[in-house]
DNA sequence: TTTATTGGTGTCCTATTTACACGTTCGGCG
DNA sequence: CGCCGAACGTGTAAATAGGACACCAATAAA
């Protein structure tokens, strides 16, 4: 069976953030390696990751974290950057957890990251027997291997793209959404405040924002205008985006 | 000897650019394939590559291209994505030359795309038998395995970086150089035109663009003020620096 | 009916962008 | 040695974008 044989040195690692109007968070499993009597050596957590199949591209092996965990093939999935420092695996718990795995210990292992963004509203998560939970990105601990500084880089270059690619920060939120809760996802994932009216003249210069026949309901104040995100029209109206220099 | 065993199944190709004020080049290593007959079955191109020692870390494998290729050890060099498609090894030519060095033709290689960029000017290029040379990045015809794709990546890649990290683009320049020189480098690699004085109100607001007490000379018309670019200065400046939204 | 809460709007000031033309200084050449 | 060709270096006016800032409106809950 060829779609069984796996890359043994090589992974993917996907970090995938979600949101939910409060802060950003991101899907950890829970590791925990027991001794023979059935104790606790460590406990930790580490990034959802996938080996690869060796007749499978990348991008599908990573495709399938998300797709297991929430049922939903057509989720925002990006690679960003891989990481293959010998050192990678070097930590001792490290160590002892690949012994127990029954994994070459020496043996390096490249892993190619991916973020993926959900709005964390509406998904449900599939367990399967692991335990994965969402964790504000700025909580997390220590993390197994060298997850901490993939998670630091995933989070440099999902800032960096929100800033010079407005379209991912409509992959955060619900199809129809308020022109304040795409505020906040600006000022949670870079960390600023903003000021509203002056949002809004940006806002107001998007062709591709809809505003939908709809408001808000249920809320305990004046309903928000609902608005939504038109792809097509974002695509087209980038051709002639000017940034900078030219 | 551990430093010579290779994870083989794991490489890196380096996109090395070079910049001439004329136009964007690219090195390239002919590839010749030969019959029993030492008859041509087919000739290309393909980008500078390398494997990787198992105890080596990709950035590392990475620069040993163009440090054996120029003798320099400093040059700007940055890993920009990975790429891991079965089908990168598909084409009969790809076959047939991987079955002529050896090699398993059914064996996927993830290969992990680097830039590099060298001011073309001062560089004497060492061939050590290879056959490498400069093509300008319009010109290079059809390329081995996914070459042409890794090539379009990397100039997408250095595109948008120099729109928002202006300094890469004195890694095109020597260290002395005109504000003609430097607003060639945004044209060229951008592919548009730019209006000299605004460029220059653009510059006026680098503090990192040093002025010297120096002169172009020899050139048969007015002589241009001479500038160097000041790293520390620019890490500093960058620190608050703001981009679109923030 | 009152209250708490968030939604939605405009102005002034400053900074940045864009379009646009001409005198200057050098080497080369006749 | 004077003229020519070629790139250098400079400023202004108009339009657009950015930043600071405050109040009334609409809803649900009490």
């Given at each position: 069976?060829?779609?069984t044989?796996v890359?043994n040195?090589?992974?993917?690692d996907?970090?995938?953030?979600g949101?939910?109007f409060?802060?950003l968070n991101v899907l950890?499993v829970?590791r925990?390696?027991?001794?023979?009597?059935?104790?606790v050596i460590?406990t930790?957590?580490t990034?959802?990751?996938n080996?690869?199949?060796v007749?499978e591209?990348l991008?599908?092996?990573?495709?399938r974290?998300?797709a297991?965990?929430?049922g939903?093939?057509?989720?925002?999935?990006?690679?960003?950057?891989?990481?293959?420092?010998?050192?990678?695996?070097?930590?001792?718990n490290?160590?002892l957890w690949?012994r127990?795995?029954?994994?070459?210990p020496?043996r390096?292992?490249?892993?190619v990251?991916?973020?993926a963004?959900?709005a964390?509203?509406?998904?449900?998560?599939?367990?399967?027997?692991?335990?994965?939970?969402?964790?504000?990105v700025?909580?997390?601990?220590?993390?197994a291997?060298?997850?901490?500084?993939?998670?630091?880089?995933?989070l440099?270059y999902?800032?960096n793209?929100?800033?010079?690619?407005p379209?991912?920060?409509?992959?955060?939120?619900?199809?129809?959404?308020?022109?304040?809760?795409?505020q906040?996802?600006?000022?949670v994932i870079?960390?600023?405040?903003?000021?509203k009216?002056n949002?809004r003249?940006?806002?107001?210069?998007m062709s591709?924002?809809?505003?939908?026949?709809?408001?808000?309901t249920?809320?305990?104040h004046?309903?928000?205008?609902?608005?939504?995100?038109d792809?097509e029209?974002?695509e087209?109206?980038r051709?002639?985006?000017n940034?900078?220099f030219?």
């Amino acid at each position: 069976m060829v779609s069984t044989m796996v890359s043994n040195n090589i992974s993917v690692d996907c970090v995938i953030f979600g949101f939910d109007f409060e802060r950003l968070n991101v899907l950890l499993v829970d590791r925990t390696l027991l001794d023979a009597d059935g104790r606790v050596i460590f406990t930790d957590r580490t990034l959802t990751g996938n080996h690869v199949f060796v007749d499978e591209t990348l991008d599908a092996a990573a495709h399938r974290i998300p797709a297991d965990l929430t049922g939903l093939d057509n989720i925002y999935l990006e690679q960003f950057r891989t990481f293959g420092s010998p050192d990678r695996i070097r930590r001792p718990n490290d160590q002892l957890w690949l012994r127990s795995c029954g994994r070459d210990p020496e043996r390096r292992v490249v892993t190619v990251g991916y973020v993926a963004l959900l709005a964390r509203r509406d998904i449900r998560l599939i367990w399967k027997g692991r335990n994965v939970k969402w964790y504000p990105v700025d909580e997390v601990g220590d993390l197994a291997f060298d997850h901490n500084q993939i998670l630091a880089e995933a989070l440099k270059y999902i800032r960096n793209k929100l800033i010079n690619e407005p379209s991912v920060g409509f992959e955060l939120l619900p199809p129809k959404f308020t022109l304040t809760q795409l505020q906040t996802v600006y000022e949670v994932i870079l960390g600023v405040r903003l000021d509203k009216r002056n949002f809004r003249k940006k806002t107001a210069r998007m062709s591709y924002l809809i505003p939908l026949d709809e408001k808000q309901t249920g809320v305990a104040h004046k309903p928000a205008q609902l608005y939504s995100f038109d792809k097509e029209l974002y695509e087209t109206s980038r051709k002639d985006f000017n940034s900078f220099f030219i």
